[in-house]
């Protein structure tokens, strides 16, 4: 078995003395655990260390993986150039990730090096690691702002290298858990940042690596966490195998969250392919859905069907409600992919003859036009949630006290310069928020004069 084990490690610089200078005596579990995972490295004597770090090169739609020989780096940043490091990679192993990464097409390769140094979320276990065990190249792999499925996809391409390489490999999981756990931490307090600790360290501590899926976007971000998506490429290469998990720590004395697991293989699990798993659930529930959506959604479904599989428009189809043929209106197209936007784009006022044919030019531009993302493709349309947004005539506002997030949308404007947002979305949960984010849209920089109006959607499933 070429994965020997995995760890979850988080990566304080603080906890490296020269940098730390005593604070680190703040966090004595961790060093504890870290200390006691050096030991088990050492024990295996891998040939290659796998490293996922939220803190090397991360792109929105690409997973990077560090190219050439060798890399330095040092904690310079933190004070400490004294505290050096010089790394071999290893280039067969990632030789074989990228070949495989391709003939699956997947966004996985060695372009796009912006910083050839060493990151602090590699060096900070390597500062461990060194002391101990002075053996194996390293593999160095960034997150990307793909969904969780991707990262998990990718640990499975990893285990596949890996396994036909024949290279003995630990990985290390580098990542912290949320930032926002006290109000005397750096980021200050937030719920959720409790609440992300509590149930990353029960799902790891039970190796039920299905339920990091479970983890939205939105919660995720409100808790500012730094390793979710480091954990599940590193779930991912343990697919279809049972795992033996443990807890060794967790601190959050700083007001960020430190968190120590092993995980180590044990034989073929069939039941344990959580990806498989969890894709079918999603198609299930998406289909069943879809089956129980209005005639607007439907038409939508149908519009994105046609253009993904056929490039051709849909008509107008027979047996609609008169609303949808009499009536005009702006309207909006949403679609969303395993619970990230995979793409909207709408009218703010009536641009086709009627609502029907304002779905259906919508549905084709956001599946195939928004520039924020690729087309959709055939293999995502089973998976895709879609709503639709039939918008009322917007009206001017004096002030943003007349607006309501939940109940009105906004759009901001200056010149020829208009911005718009829907009401009711995740993660907006302040007119402040929404303000700013629909002058953004619109290119109105900060500081410049702005008009505001308001309008309530129907919103459609």
Known sequence: MSILAAFMVPHPPMIVPEIGKGSEREIPETIRAYERVVDEVARLEPDTLIITSPHSVMYADYFHISPGRSASGSFRQFRAPGVRFSEQYDTELVKRICELADAQDFPAGTLGERDASLDHGTMVPLWFIRKRYA?????????????????????QIIAQATGYTGKR????????????????????????????????????????????????????????????????IMAGTLDGLNVKATELSHQDVTGVGYGICTFYPDGEDPGRHFLAEYLEKAKR????????????????????????????????????????LT???????????????????????????????????NAVSACSRDPRFSPVTPGELNRLEISVDVLGKPEPIDSPDQLDVKRYGV???????????????????????????????????????????????????
């Not at 702006?330 to 086709?352: K, M, P, Q």
């Not at 619109?442 to 309008?455: D, N, Q, S, W």
Request: glycine share 10%; with cysteine; hydrophobic share 35%.
């Open 135 to 155: 053996g194996g190249k390293i593999v160095r792999i960034g997150l990307s702002g793909l969904p969780l499925t991707e990262h998990y996809r990718l640990g």
């Open 169 to 232: 490999a630990v990985v290390i999981a580098s990542g912290d858990l949320s930032h926002k756990l006290q109000d005397y931490g750096p980021y200050g307090f937030a719920e959720e940042g409790p609440e992300y600790d509590r149930r990353i360290m029960d799902v790891c501590g039970r190796a039920s690596f299905g339920e990091l899926f479970d983890f939205s976007e939105t919660f995720c971000e409100k808790a500012a966490e730094c390793g979710h998506r480091s954990f599940v």
């Open 285 to 324: 529930e998406c289909l069943e859905k879809a089956e129980k959506s209005d005639p607007f959604v439907r038409l939508a479904r149908a519009s994105v069907n046609a253009w993904v599989l056929r490039r051709e428009r849909l008509s107008v189809p027979s047996g609609l409600p008169d609303e949808m």
């Open 327 to 361: 009536s005009r209106a702006g309207a909006f197209v949403s679609l969303h992919l395993d619970g990230r936007l995979r793409g909207c784009i709408g009218t703010i006022a009536a641009s086709r003859p009627n609502i029907a044919e304002e779905i259906i030019d």
């Open 411 to 461: 759009i901001v404007s200056r010149g020829a310069k208009r911005g718009l947002l829907l009401p009711n979305l995740d993660g907006v949960d302040s007119v402040d928020d929404q303000i700013r984010i629909a002058r953004q849209k619109g290119g109105i920089r900060e500081g410049e004069p702005y008009r505001l109006e308001r309008f309530e959607v129907v919103r459609h499933y």
